[in-house]
């Protein structure tokens, strides 16, 4: 493959075309611009339509999962249509197809969840039975756990979308992740951030990653200068402890990695979707270690998990 790139074969960038993916395509690209010494006409940013981004009159659990948001970038990757990918993290299955490899994280930005009316406030706040918009299964079991007396309805769209329907009455509330408000600049959406003892977020949340094709060596040289290595420590703890509980967007599931020196925290919860049983763990190991770590906190999860709490994976 190519390395010379420049404005007659610029290095090809595959991402969705929402405004949050566009943003991070863009940090991506001028944060290679400024490693590799580059114009930015030496690279293209190639927007690809997923099946997640055409179908948004479905929940996801109806119309395959995760992947949906993933497939069709993979696919013009190991084609040699685009020369990387660029993925927020939290949509990324625990597995890449055979020939593609994930192991390059920008700085993460701020993990935590976004609590979002139109006039501000807090979850206490609201009135009994108010509706409250979220397409996360994840939100939608801990808020359940939380406020079981609040409405839950399905809410998909990007940003502005979501923000329009809570314009219309759709629903009262909704919930946004503070990395994509703060990446889109959008200081003008009313917030109140849920701290992480309170919400914990979803595993790798705030985290952009790049892939890449596993034989392309040149370009993991390439990548490798804008590798955020905390920020690797961290996901890769993050997703073992994901993979060992065979999670996807269709599983509330929560987990969160924090580095103290060398050290790395992981806490991680399980949740039924109704919210009416919530399992939690935590644990410490060195910050190397963290993949161990999260294996083996999955698993303690699994083995304490009641007869019957896993009964959802199978009905959705």
């Not at 863009?26 to 179908?55: C, N, Q, W, Y």
């Not at 109704?274 to 699994?302: I, K, N």
Request: with cysteine.
């Amino acid at each position: 493959m190519p390395t010379d790139f420049s404005p007659a074969r610029p290095l090809r960038i595959g991402t969705r075309g929402s405004p949050l993916a566009l943003a991070q395509a863009h940090e991506t690209r001028a944060r290679l611009m400024k490693s590799m010494d580059l114009p930015e006409d030496a690279f293209e940013i190639v927007v690809i339509k997923t099946t997640g981004d055409r179908v948004l009159d479905r929940p996801l659990k109806e119309i395959g999962g995760k992947g949906l948001f993933t497939r069709e970038i993979e696919d013009q990757l190991l084609d040699g249509s685009i020369d990387i990918a660029v993925h927020s993290m939290k949509d990324m299955p625990t597995e890449q197809p055979e020939g593609l490899l994930l192991n390059t994280y920008l700085p993460r930005e701020d993990v935590r969840d976004a609590f979002v009316t139109l006039g501000g406030g807090r979850i206490a706040d609201l009135p009994e039975g108010s509706v409250v918009g979220t397409s996360s299964l994840r939100r939608r079991a801990q808020l359940a756990h939380r406020r079981p007396d609040l409405k839950l309805v399905e809410f998909r769209g990007n940003v502005q979308t979501r923000m329009g329907k809570l314009r219309d009455g759709v629903a009262a509330a909704t919930f946004l992740a503070m990395a994509g408000l703060n990446r889109l600049g959008m200081a003008e959406v009313p917030r109140t951030p849920m701290e992480t003892g309170d919400m914990l977020p979803a595993v790798a949340q705030g985290a952009i990653g790049i892939e890449r094709r596993a034989a392309d060596h040149a370009m993991a040289d390439i990548l490798a200068a804008i590798h955020d290595r905390e920020t690797g420590l961290r996901i890769t703890a993050e997703r073992a402890f994901l993979r060992a509980l065979d999670g996807s967007c269709e599983t509330p599931i929560a987990g969160l990695a924090e580095l103290d020196g060398g050290a790395l925290r992981l806490r991680g919860e399980i949740l039924r979707p109704d919210g009416s049983d919530v399992l939690v763990e935590s644990g410490e190991s060195p910050a190397e270690d963290g993949a161990t770590l999260g294996r083996e906190m999955g698993v303690r999860l699994l083995e304490r998990a009641p007869a019957g709490f896993f009964d959802w994976k199978e009905a959705g």
